[in-house]
């Protein structure tokens, strides 16, 4: 895109921010040409950043799900095999009373 800047003659001898060009012959006004590629380059930097935190975040948050639900079955088997191990227990215990008592 090509934007006339007329203000271009107040600044003389001042190095310009933005490549100027002239279009087309004959004595014209200098336009400062904007190039859209920059602008595209940025966003398609910031969307591919978003892309990457979000899934990282995605992936971190169900990789703590998964550790939670293994955390939880581990707890589980452990409280019966706990639970059996006591049940075993107390019968052999009232199996040695029984036998003391005969």
């Known amino acids: 895109r090509l934007y006339n800047n007329s203000w271009s003659r107040m600044v003389s001898g001042a190095l310009p921010l933005l490549p100027t060009t002239k ?4 004595d014209k006004e200098r336009a400062y040409v904007i190039r859209q590629n920059v602008v595209l380059k940025a966003l398609l930097i910031a969307a591919s950043v ?22 939880v079955d581990d707890a589980r088997e452990h409280r019966e095999e706990e639970h059996t191990s006591h049940m075993r227990v107390m019968r ?11």
């Open 23 to 26: 279009v087309g012959a004959g």
């Open 50 to 71: 978003l892309l990457g935190v979000s899934t990282l975040l995605c992936c971190t948050v169900y990789e703590v799900h998964v550790q939670r639900r293994v955390r």
């Open 92 to 102: 052999l215990s009232m199996l040695l009373q029984q036998r003391l008592k005969d």
